[in-house]
């Protein structure tokens, strides 16, 4: 059976995505030193909570560099939620916090307003459609990408082309998931987006 | 607004699914789990457990059902009735929960909706209103399955939740539950109009009708449904397709 290494840093629930991973038929390993990233055949990269908090215990357990140094072996990683946004260069939630910086960019607040001005409400919470770019084939394309967001900020590349997929809140672009060589993250939650969302973490896996 | 969601509304008197009418009058509907499974089969958006005698008999056993739902079922799934305490969220939530309903506990302390907000976030507190007319246009606040009064008025008890940090209003119409004659609109209206965080319409729907009404007619978030799926008398799919007939954009 294929394993794949969760990083288990402290915060948040992982069971959620270690019964998924279960589903897609894969043996699911908490890991929780940087040896243990370092020997990962596949790593994945929860987080919940603050970005601040995230990468906080990233590096206070000295995880920081080993995820770095396993980013750069081209093997899989694969980002979820904060997960995916400590990947960037910075972030601006509750002031600056440096990130991994596998990915150039920041990661800002969702806009309060809709396009025309009027307020919307942030944290986005709920399930969006995904417009996905074409270069990007993680999904199956037999139904529509529905896929269920909680968040408040979000990732902004550099590069445009990092960017595989989005959606539109109220007129604004929302990023849903960026990529870069063996590099992914994901803005929403694959484990709590049903078929669409186990799908998406099979064929990233057998990728 | 994002897109209205369809949600599966279990009631619990563990180990069994129940549901009554006007909130009393229990009967037993079967497996809690079966019906999660087919709910998910459908297409639901989300669940909502609701262990409706534990705040009565401070008891969680609840919590067994939660974590083999989560094992099984991968949409957002929200847990209610009995929750006291922050250690209490921390429980369900490690049981699988994404989201926990609190309502008797709030109304004892209000100060709980900051604690959990502050603890968990916002997205996680879902203050649960049992709401009974009492005049024209007017909602008195109820608890323990609609036999406790409160005296607080709902329209300014879920002002002062949202201000306390609650993500979202589960708002059960204790009039209209269980009787299949249609959503209190006028209450969902009302509150959906007045506070600026997701509402979600439960008690009364019978009809496909009744469901496209309140999200269109009366800007509820979400409905809950339990009667209509619980005795089959239509299948989400089924009023997802209807939404999407009456222009309204769901998840499919």
Redesign the interface.
Known sequence: MKEICVVDYGVG?L??VA??LE?CGVNVKFITRPEDILSAGKLILPGV?AFGDCIGEIRKRGLDEAIVEYAKSGKLLLGICVGMQVMMTKSFEFGEHAGLDLISGTVEKISPTKANGD???V???????LQVAADFIRFDKV??E?C?F?HSYMAKPENPTDIKAHYD?NGQKITAIIAKDNIIGCQFHP?????V??NFLKNIINN | MSTPRIIARLDIKAPNLIKGINLEGLRVIGNPGEYANKYYNQGADELIYMDIVASLYERNSILDIVRETAKRIFIPMTVGGGIRSVSDVEDSLRAGADKIAINSAAIKRPELINEIANRFGAQCMVLSVEAKKYAAGRWEVYHENGREKTGLDVLSWVKEAETRGAGEILLTSVDMEGTAKGFDSELTKLVANSVNIPVIASGGCGSLGHAIDIIKTANADAVALGHVLHYDKFKINEIKAAMCDADIEVRQ
């Open positions: 629930n069971f959620s019964h998924a589903e909570g307020s919307h409400k944290p986005y919470v709920g399930w969006s459609k139904r529509e529905w269920y909680v809140y484990e709590k987006s049903g078929l969302g186990l």
